[in-house]
């Protein structure tokens, strides 16, 4: 069976367990039913109805502790044959759902594992917003079998470098990369991410700035065209805490599931469960234009698939650097500081007809490039990017042209440290001494700096200090210092401030408890512990939840202060852009605008006196 | 077939066809009220009436066009061959309609799910197939049309899936095929292309002999191919294509790929590398081609690469290492999802696994060298974090095997760097998902070099012996000891390894080492609480020497006892429980002769000093038990009883054992015979009768139950039987208290009783009140060797047993015909045989005469320690009548045989329902003899007047129920000294005794001591008392006509004579009766002769009474 990807069937579940969607696609089915039977020399059982799928979703649940699961083998609850017991996190995402034999619904576990072709696998699972999305591709039945026999190894749990293996498996099996990419394409879809296709803003380059007017859109020959994908829409996924914000803010808009839209999406992403083109935009926008005769197709060249549309009009060619700045600020000599940068260059190419554009990546030497990857558009030659000169044939809309994950090389905008010290459980006195902008020299310039001290688990009652610049804000759980008002932007120049100050909080409410069961482990804490602060530490994380894999620790456990702020001028990672050595082939003389911004992803400033989170530097 | 008998008028509606939908999406079938109008097989053609309808709004009709396609197969199994036609003459009417603005998508759904059905049913003909097949290629045969080029696209996709379904079907017409490719310009040519191709694979991968250029076939009208129409398959295939034309397609193919998106890519590269392995093409064309795509942040793309590289490994020669670092580096990318991230490392680690396998050391150690990369940075996330960690263990292991491990740092400082980045799962607490990685990493360190999958048992060893191995066991006993909050995931992760067939040496070995290192480390802190988990799994490994442990335990009880002071109450309790526990399972694990030394001074020391109570209990039991049993048997007793099964343990114990027998009846019949079961208080009246009279009898003249009206919960006691018997009649209204006239006496009788009776629990909405009898249970060693020695099939066993056989196990079942309500059984987990038992037979045999007094309580005594087991039977009696309870036995005999049977019954006599009356909870301790005495005096009066107080009534406990007191009155002349009635009411009835009046007699038993707290009347009040008594006594045995005094001590009239000899004083007991009743004796003592006075509110129990009287006093 030629490899590549198709997929059998997709369900999508809703936060009540029922599925609001299903799709069959019965030509991929026949020809697994066919190489199962060539293998088996049986047929396979049929595929679930949406009842005994949102079922066995729920049992499955149940089982896994989530509707992702453990992902981890986990002591008292993995049991064999489950997900969990493979010990990988990637079964989070990858998964398997036994099913219930036709007719008996739930007490027939013991049945079920001997039965183990009763099992489907693999079923790529991306929730979004309100929405479960299962998409289960065509994988070959000794693929399935080998991973029934991996799940039901009765021994401690599978070792690195063994002969069979999921790495093994997941690297031979394109479908299930392709029904990732379905499924994060799907809850694009069902959550409301793509913006509607009728929107038509008109190009006012002078107004708002160069990134306002690349997220609003420029209309081709005054029809209605597509906004393409927000082009930093994909970073938000990088890292855990924007993450609940982006779910948060979806969910709203994901009220009713629009099952034409999805319907429409699937008949001209993958009419017979072989994807063929995720790209939203380009769907919706043909499904919403149409194609008229008017429109010739190219002289000589051949459109590609992923640039249905020629672009007419006024031309010019525009780029953004958007760098985030992700930081771990330890202030302390056994812990080296932590400063990363991932950045992104997004482009809007206003061309006519299909032109080449190249530029050089003068940044490429001087930024401190770890890593660099770019849109499939780009034409990379074989040995990799060594001459710096980077060529690609632009799509409509925006796209991300290029990915890069770099040091930074002016170093960090913010510095400085922050202690909080426990004076009682209760009481706490904090400094701050933080310098923004150091060494940043015109146009770099800072939009504004807030930095927050969140206590997720104690309440604020009294608060007491004043900074030397900027102003204040206190909630029930957090401490936010405005270090730089928006509207008072710094550039040229740097800036000191301090904010000395003390805190007071409610009574911790794991007392009550501490005192009755927990009792051996309070009378051993006061032996073994000397200062109020461990004592403190001991109490609060006694009731520390899990944290999910997707995360990077339990920020719960620690004392820190995050930074975000908004620098505008150019990159940080000294990446950038020559706009006079931008060649377009064949040439046209359009101009080329090119404009950078850095906001800041997870900048923490350690709580000195506490214990953080580190890694090791090699 | 379509069905007009069933072909309705009406075709369905847009609702209709939304609910036959969703019934088919939740349970694949239609429901009943489409099935009782249509037939299934007619739902395609109403499907293709309602699409072809003008009106019908058009997201209906791509509702149906999906669900044709979704439920073909139980759709079209079986359809005709006109409802074919009519399908495909829908087709084409929907195609070739005209477009009008909107139904762009119809036309395009209706070709993707006829296209659909086609493929998967296989009940249509070719000639349908070349009729579909006709009218797409009409619609593909106009490259570069503007207008519809999506319908195109679309139109070739259906071509290439019906290729698909049909391989070879458009094998004739590749060369127009080809031609169409090279014309289209519009973004439709991604779907020429694939198309093309894949009718270019299936040509070669069926062999099929066509040429791939020539256009001499005409495109339209479509004909297949004359095997496929002959469906003589074989006779077509020759040696497939042209290789020369094939090269030049495949090149032209290969020029194209820009023209992907990335899904296509895929599909055309699943393709494209099967053709260019068959045509032994030069790989390293297509690296050059497509190498590139790996530095796309597409995953696809790059696992296309990846696909491509594990296909043609050696042309990629020497580019392995740009590849694995382009996939470390993806992994690191903050921007792209998560589980790309994880993908990329899951490859990365499947491409190392091919690289070590193939065993080519130069590739592996410039792969190798990346090893350190992989180090997680500090915000990765931990799904992130735990596959890294996995990396940078294959390389360490992986480079180690190649370098002799000299080289590289050593694995603690590797293993160190590793946990930093979760290191705090040393101080959060143990469930945290930080612990877990970190521990998994663990675990991988350890296992890596001796994997499950290698079957070489030397690499344990190996491993064993390692500097790892060393290093782990060092960071284990450190965290350990630093970070008690660990020790419950250090115990499920030695716990892991051990119940690991290839690992467990090593779980083994890590409890050594904490036996070793730990332990003494542990008894300068004396803090162990939070170490029991461990110290129960070292217990449990007999490969342990248990002699640090003991002592360790030894030194912590010791620190125990000495801060009595401090720590009180549960706590104590608690880790005494606790300590006694590891006892436990040393006792099960290990050899009695290792541990007696140590184990008997722990135990000993703790049942002496320990300084709470049950702790110091158990801790004899357990002492007694290492002192007494030997070590099997004792083995067996402490295991829980269902681990009790060979097949869990592998211990050689067990492998003694065959499997379990099953019962054998013939030789449980005269269980009776070896297994007694006997009181320990035997009966004064061996009971060879039982009065047995229905409720109802009882409630006619003893007790009225009242309910009140109140009373909801009655309908659900239905099975309450005194509700069933009691005739609506006897229903007095008791709502409504009715107004009598009562002296100042009587009132205070009744508030009296009303206080008492409220005490009483209420049989039929609670647990009653319980009589116990206690019984002891014995094994005769003889007789049960006799029988089931023989069966003994372990010599080793034999040697033992001989000796004193034991059962395990043992449940004993009773039952009984007299309302003794439900008797709960009774477990006795281990019984041991005595050697002779000779005095026990006689017992038995004699047992149903009446027996002596003296006989009994010796007994007891001398059963102390070694003999039977004791039982109590537990009875919650609805009457109080004498009766036997029958007991039915199962036991366990050591040899896993099963026993079973009856054996004798065990008699109840009156006596056993003699108890202590209530007390009100209120009641002060002090003023208890005096309630008593009231109580008595009430219940005297109360049961001799029935008169006075006849109509009332007395709530129970709980207030639901009601009881009225009947009372009957009996007197018996007890011929006997004074002497004899006190010595027997002091041994019998000396609980019972409420007040004793007369100077002498009160004189005469004050002495004795043996009874107290009771009422002491030196002098005798006469007076208006017993006069009244008695002269109310004449009317009411009068009255009742079932009194039941015989013998001539019946007559009133002799009573003031006996009782004027040489009196001494009066004795009053009062016996309550469960479930409420009374019985009352006034024992007038003279010197030569006893009247008892008796008044019950059970006149049944007059009957037993009698007999016991004469038992306790006269013989």
Redesign the interface.
């Known amino acids: 069976m ?4 198709s997929i059998r069937a997709l369900w999508i579940i809703n936060n009540q367990d029922a ?1 609001v969607f ?6 991929v ?2 020809r697994w039913r066919s190489a199962f039977n060539t293998s088996d020399g049986s047929d396979p059982p ?1 595929l679930p ?3 005994q799928l949102a079922t066995a979703f729920t049992q499955r649940k149940r089982r896994e502790g989530s509707a992702r699961g453990y ?6 609850q993995s049991t064999k044959g489950s997900d969990s017991w493979l ?4 079964t ?2 990858i998964i398997s759902l036994p099913l219930s034999s036709s007719e008996e619904d739930d007490d027939n576990n013991e049945s079920n594992e001997n039965d183990e072709m009763n099992i489907l696998w693999p079923i790529v699972i991306q929730s979004k917003g309100l929405y479960c999305i299962l998409v289960l591709p065509l994988v070959e039945p000794k693929e399935m079998r080998d991973f029934v026999s991996l799940c039901d ?20 099996m ?1 479908s ?3 029904a ?2 379905v499924a ?1 394409s799907f809850g694009d879809v069902t959550s409301g991410e793509t913006v509607e296709p009728e929107v038509v803003v008109a190009a006012s380059p002078s107004v708002g700035g160069l990134f306002d007017s690349l997220t609003g859109s420029i209309g081709i020959s005054s029809r209605p065209r597509p906004v393409a994908a927000a082009p930093v829409a ?2 938000s ?4 805490s924007s993450l609940t914000g982006a779910a948060a803010l979806d969910a709203p808009k994901a009220g009713l599931l629009d099952k ?1 839209l999805l ?2 999406f699937i ?2 992403a ?3 469960g ?6 939203l935009s380009n769907i919706f926008a ?2 919403a234009n ?9 002289q000589d ?8 549309y020629l672009y007419k009009g006024k031309q010019r060619l525009l780029f953004t650097i958007h760098e ?1 700045i ?1 930081a ?1 600020l330890y202030d302390r000599d056994e812990i080296p500081d ?1 400063v ?1 940068v ?1 950045g ?1 260059i997004n482009c809007r190419a206003e061309l006519e007809g299909l032109p080449d554009v190249s530029f050089p990546l003068a940044g490429l030497s001087k930024a401190h490039i ?16 060594d001459k710096q000169n980077i060529v690609f ?1 632009p799509p409509l809309g925006n796209f ?1 042209l ?2 890069y ?1 770099a040091g930074c090389g002016l170093g960090p905008p913010v510095k400085g440290f922050y202690q909080l010290s426990m004076v009682s459980e209760d009481e706490g006195a904090f400094l701050f001494k933080v310098g923004l902008m150091e060494g940043y020299k015109s146009p770099l310039s800072m939009e504004f700096c807030t930095i927050t001290m969140p206590f997720p688990r104690r309440r604020i009652v009294g608060f007491d200090g004043t900074p030397s610049a900027g102003t204040v804000v206190t909630t029930e759980h957090s401490v936010e210092w405005r270090v730089l008002g928006s509207g008072r932007s710094l550039s040229g120049k740097s800036l000191e401030a301090t904010f000395p100050g003390t805190i007071k909080f409610s009574p911790l409410k794991s007392r009550r408890r501490g005192d009755g069961d927990d ?3 309070d009378g ?1 804490g006061t ?1 073994n512990v000397v200062n109020v602060e461990e004592v403190l ?2 109490k609060m ?4 939840p ?9 920020w719960q ?1 620690y004392d820190y202060a995050k930074v975000s702020f908004k620098i505008v001028g150019a990159s940080v990672s000294r990446m950038s852009i020559d706009t006079k050595s931008v060649n377009i082939y064949p040439t046209t003389k359009s101009p080329v605008e090119y404009s950078a911004q850095v906001t800041s ?2 900048y923490i400033l350690w709580n000195t006196l506490g ?1 953080a ?6 | 077939m379509t069905t007009p008998e069933k072909t309705p008028t009406k075709p369905l509606s847009v609702h209709d066809w939304d609910v036959l939908i969703s019934d088919f ?4 079938a239609p429901r009943d009220w489409f099935t009782s109008v249509f037939s299934l097989s007619s739902l395609p053609d109403l499907a293709l009436t309602s699409l072809l309808k003008k009106d019908f709004p058009l ?1 209906s009709k ?2 149906i066009l ?1 669900f044709l ?2 439920f ?2 139980t759709l079209f199994p079986q359809c005709s061959h006109e409802t074919s036609d009519r399908f495909i003459e829908a087709l084409r009417a929907i195609v070739q309609s005209p477009t009008t603005d909107g139904s ?2 119809l036309k ?2 209706a070709l ?1 799910s006829f ?3 086609l ?2 049913v296989e009940s249509f003909s070719v000639r349908h197939v070349e009729g579909v097949v006709d009218l797409l290629l009409a619609l593909v045969n106009r490259p ?7 319908a195109r696209a ?1 139109a070739c ?2 071509l290439r ?1 019906l290729e ?2 049909f391989p070879g079907l458009l094998s004739d017409v590749a060369g127009h095929l080809w031609t169409l490719c090279q014309a ?8 020429y292309l ?1 198309l093309f191709t894949t009718v270019v ?1 299936n040509v070669v991968n069926q062999k099929i002999r066509v040429s791939l250029i020539s256009t001499s076939v005409p495109l339209v009208p479509f004909n297949a191919p004359s095997w496929m129409r002959d469906g003589s398959l074989g006779l077509s295939q020759g040696l497939g294509a042209d290789q020369k034309e094939l090269r030049r397609v495949l090149a032209f193919m290969l020029e ?1 790929p ?7 890519m ?2 055309f ?3 494209v ?2 053709l260019a392995s068959a045509l032994e093409l030069q790989a390293s064309m297509l ?7 790996v ?7 790059c ?2 690469v ?2 491509m590289y ?1 296909q043609f490994p050696d042309a990629f020669e020497g580019q392995e290492k ?1 590849i694995m670092r ?1 996939l470390m ?2 992994s ?9 991230r ?2 990329a490392l ?9 690289v ?2 193939s065993g080519e050391i130069g590739k592996r150690k410039s792969v190798l060298e990346m090893g ?2 992989f ?13 890294k960690l ?2 940078v ?2 390389c360490y ?2 480079s180690n095997g190649l370098s002799g491990g000299d080289k590289s740092k050593s694995a603690g400082e590797l293993l160190q ?2 946990l ?5 799962f040393k ?3 143990p ?4 612990t ?2 970190a521990f ?1 990493t663990l ?2 360190f350890l ?2 070099a ?4 290698d079957s070489d048992p030397s690499t344990t060893r190996s491993l064993m012996e390692s500097s790892l191995f060393q290093n782990l066991q060092v960071l284990l006993v450190d965290m350990t000891s630093k970070f ?2 660990l020790v ?2 250090v115990v ?1 992760f030695i716990e ?2 051990v ?5 467990q040496w090593l779980g083994e070995r890590f409890l050594q080492t904490i036996d070793e290192k730990l332990l003494p480390k542990l008894e300068k802190r004396c ?1 162990l ?2 170490y029991f988990p461990l110290l129960h799994r070292l217990a449990e490994n007999d490969t342990i020497p248990p002699s640090r442990l003991i002592e360790l335990l030894t030194k912590f009880v010791l620190s125990l006892v000495d801060k009595r002071g401090i720590d009180v109450g549960l ?1 104590l309790w608690d880790q005494g429980t606790e300590v006694l526990g590891i006892c436990r399972t040393l006792l099960s694990h290990h050899k009695s002769s290792r541990l007696f030394l140590g184990l008997s001074r722990l135990l000993s020391l703790m049942c002496l000093y320990f300084p709470d109570l049950d702790v110091r209990d158990n801790a004899r039991i357990y002492l007694r038990m290492l002192v007494c049993i030997p070590g099997r048997k004792l083995k067996n007793i402490l295991k829980p009883a269902d681990t009790v099964s060979p097949s869990t343990h592998p211990s050689t114990f067990f492998t003694v054992q065959s499997p379990r027998f099953r019962h054998d009846p013939n030789k449980s019949w005269n269980l009776s015979s070896y297994i007694h079961l006997e009181r320990v208080t035997s009966l004064l009246v061996k009971q060879s009768w039982s009065l047995s009279l229905p409720s109802l009898g009882v409630g006619n003249d003893g007790y009225s139950i009242i309910e009140s009206k109140v009373q909801v919960d009655e309908i659900e006691q239905d099975s309450s039987q005194e509700l069933q018997l009691l005739p609506d009649s006897r229903r007095i209204e008791s709502g409504k208290p009715t107004l009598r006239v009562m002296d100042a006496k009587i009132a205070e009788v009744l508030e009296r009783l009303r206080r008492y009776f409220s005490v009483i629990p209420d049989l039929r909405h609670m647990p009653g009140i319980k009589v116990r009898i206690a019984c002891t249970l014995r094994l005769d060693a003889e007789p049960y060797n006799s029988i089931w020695g023989s069966q003994n099939q372990s010599p080793e066993l034999d040697k033992v047993d001989s000796s004193s056989p034991a059962l395990f196990a043992t449940v004993l079942k009773f039952s009984s015909s007299a309302p003794y309500g439900s008797i709960p059984l009774c477990r006795i987990p281990f019984l041991q045989g005595e050697p002779h038992w000779d005095k026990n037979v006689t017992n038995d045999e004699g047992s149903l005469e009446i027996v002596l007094l003296e006989n009994t309580p010796k007994e007891e005594e001398k059963e102390g320690l070694g003999g039977g087991a004791s039982v109590t039977v537990e009875l919650e009696p609805r009457e109080p009548t004498p009766g036997l309870v029958e007991v039915s036995m199962e036991a366990n005999a050591e040899s896993g045989q099963m026993i079973q049977g009856k054996l004798e019954s065990v008699p109840v006599g009156i006596e056993d329902m003699f108890l202590k009356a209530l007390a009100p909870p209120d009641e002060h301790e002090d003023t208890i003899p005096s309630y008593y005495s009231a109580l008595f005096n009430a219940l005297w009066e109360v049961c001799g007047s029935s008169s006075s107080t006849a109509h009332e009534t007395f709530a129970l406990k709980g207030g639901k129920t009601a009881a009225a007191i009947s009372g009957t009155r009996s007197v018996k002349l007890l011929e006997v000294p004074a002497e004899t009635v006190i010595q027997a009411s002091e041994l019998h009835l000396a609980p019972f005794v409420v007040a004793i009046t007369g100077e002498q007699l009160v004189n005469i038993v004050r002495e004795g001591g043996i009874i107290e707290n009771i009422l002491w009347q030196e002098e005798e009040e006469e007076g208006g008392q017993a006069t009244a008594s008695s002269s109310m006594g004449v009317t009411g045995a009068n009255r009742d006509p079932l009194r039941l005094t015989y013998i001539g001590y019946g007559d009133d009239q002799e009573v003031p004579m006996t009782r004027s000899r040489g009196k001494m004083g009066k004795i009053k007991m009062l016996m309550f009766l469960p479930p409420r009743y009374h019985l009352l004796f006034e024992m007038e003592v003279g010197e030569e002769s006893t009247l008892v006075q008796i008044r019950t509110d059970y006149w049944p129990c007059l009957a037993y009474v009698d007999d016991y009287l004469e038992a306790l006093f006269l013989l």
């Open positions: 030629p490899s590549g990807c599925v299903s799709r069959k696609f019965p030509v089915e026949k049929r109805t949406d009842q992902g981890l083998r986990v002591v008292t010990d990988d996190p990637i989070r995402h190894r009765s021994d401690c749990g599978s070792a690195v470098g063994e002969d069979l293996s999921l790495s093994s498996l997941l690297l031979n394109s299930i990369t392709g990732l990419m994060h994909s970073s996924s990088s890292s855990g034409d319907r429409n008949a001209s993958m009419p017979f072989t994807p063929l083109d995720l790209s043909m499904k149409g194609f008229s005769s008017a429109e010739p197709p190219h060249l051949k459109q590609p698939a992923w640039k249905p985030t992700n771990a932590s990363s991932a992104q770890e890593s660099i990857s770019f849109h499939p558009c780009a034409q990379v030659p074989a040995h990799g990017i044939q991300v290029m990915r994950q009792d051996d482990s051993e032996e530490v001991q994380n006694k009731d520390l899990a944290v999910e894999m997707e995360e990077p620790f339990c456990a992803g997870d214990k989170p580190s890694a090791a530097v090699v | 999406q939740d349970s694949n997201p791509l509702s999906v396609d979704e073909s197969h762009n998508g395009e759904q993707i296209t659909s059905v493929v998967t570069n049309h503007g207008f519809d080029r999506q679309v996709e259906c899936q698909r379904g289209e310009r519009t973004h439709a040519v991604q779907a694939l694979f194209s820009y023209l992907f998106t990335s899904c296509a895929m599909e590269m699943g393709m590398v099967p690296r050059v081609q497509f190498l590139g795509m530095y796309s942040f597409d995953p696809m793309l696992h296309v990846l696909l594990t740009d382009r580096l993806l690191k990318e903050t921007q792209i999802y998560l589980v790309f994880l993908l899951h490859w990365l680690m499947g491409l190392l696994n091919k070590v396998l350190q990369k180090h997680p940075g500090v915000f990765d996330p931990l799904a992130l974090k735990a596959l996995d990396l263990v294959q292991v992986s760097e590793c930093v980045s979760v290191s705090d101080w959060l607490p469930w945290s998902s930080e877990a990685v998994r675990h991988k296992i890596c001796s994997t499950h999958s008690p909050i419950p995931v499920s892991r390894l119940n690991c067939e290839k690992h803090l609480t939070a706590k």
